[in-house]
């Protein structure tokens, strides 16, 4: 009977040592009529594809500061962050209330995030300074687009109490600007963005853009901001924009292992051909530090270096 016992044992520990164990993976994206989403959805699969023993799932989420929150709580090991929310994070500063969040790392830079300022055609806004005393959606709760809507109303001297503010995901905030309950939104996000596109369909809309004082004064005081074009057709708008943009970035816990994070890194950038989003075109090698101030993870610097491109990694 004791002898049966420890050979069950021992086959029981053949097996185990044999099977390697699946690594699941949570990856924070954003509300469900962002692009974090969409495109987080397809790179989820690009990692669960095409790596051994790893399980992406994606979470849908508030946003950037929500993202940085989880992985810092353990909730998540992979997310989206625009680069100006992940620095805060960092540094404790704007809307991190003096906490310092920084027990995550950068993973690569992936594409623009345009701060696209909807608004109906017909609505007479036309810069910044118009939305004194209007409805206006500046982000979900936790998302980074509302500390952009707050330093663009700042561009103009506003504050949030110059204006009737809401906190709306996309999805919401197009369904209050059909229903006539919002004359504007601030949408930061990767363009085409689903939510922006569904407005479309109901009516004619314009992006908000900065008068030349409004975009002096902002990209002086917040130097990270550059301004990015958006064609006319991608929204049926009447003419193209030019409108303020940063960049969205993947960020990784710092407790990953090196060996994870170097892999997750070689797949996103090798075998982004099998990703069907528009978006995929961006994601290279070229822009993979665009606006990324924060260190990276030690696996993506060594997947980095070995393309020829030198970053800043953490310990
Ligand atoms: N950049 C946005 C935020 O953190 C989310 C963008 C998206 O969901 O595509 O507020």
């Not at 479309?200 to 004082?213: A, F, G, N, P």
């Not at 990784?252 to 292992?257: A, F, N, Q, R």
């Amino acid at each position: 009977m004791k002898k049966i016992a420890v050979l069950a044992l021992a086959l029981m520990l053949v097996l185990t040592a044999g099977a390697s164990a699946t690594t699941y993976l949570g990856f924070g994206t954003g509300g469900t009529s962002g692009t974090y989403y969409a495109v987080g959805a397809e790179i989820a699969a690009l990692w669960t594809n095409n790596l051994d023993d790893v399980d992406v799932t994606v979470q849908s989420t508030g946003g950037s500061k929500a993202n940085i929150v989880s992985i810092v709580d353990g909730e998540c090991e992979i997310a989206f962050s625009q680069n100006d929310t992940a620095l805060y994070a960092y540094e404790g500063t704007d809307y991190f209330d003096n906490t310092v969040f920084d027990n995550f790392y950068a993973l690569a830079s992936l594409y623009p995030e345009a701060i696209q300022i909807v608004t109906p055609a017909d609505s007479g806004i036309t810069c910044v300074a118009d939305l004194k005393g209007k409805n206006v959606c500046v982000g979900d709760v936790g998302s980074g687009t509302y500390m952009n809507a707050i330093q663009v109303l700042e561009s103009a001297g506003l504050t949030e109490a110059d204006i009737n503010p809401t906190y709306l995901s996309f999805g919401e905030a197009a369904t209050a600007m059909i229903d006539g309950q919002i004359d504007a939104s601030f949408t930061t996000a990767g363009i085409p963005n689903p939510a922006i596109q569904e407005i479309m369909t109901k009516m004619d809309i314009r992006l908000v853009e900065l008068s030349d004082e409004e975009w002096a004064a902002l990209s002086e005081k917040y130097p990270f901001y550059f301004l990015t074009p958006v064609s006319a057709d991608i929204y049926g708008l009447e003419e193209d924009a030019s409108i303020p943009a940063i960049s969205a970035t993947l960020i990784v816990s710092k407790d990953m292992d090196e060996e994870l994070a170097y892999n997750l890194t070689k797949v996103l950038f090798e075998k982004t051909s099998e990703m069907n989003h528009a978006k995929k075109a961006e994601i290279q090698i070229s822009t993979a530090t665009n606006g990324v101030m924060i260190p990276f993870h030690p696996g993506a610097a060594k997947y980095l270096a070995e393309q020829g491109v030198e970053v800043t990694a953490g310990e």
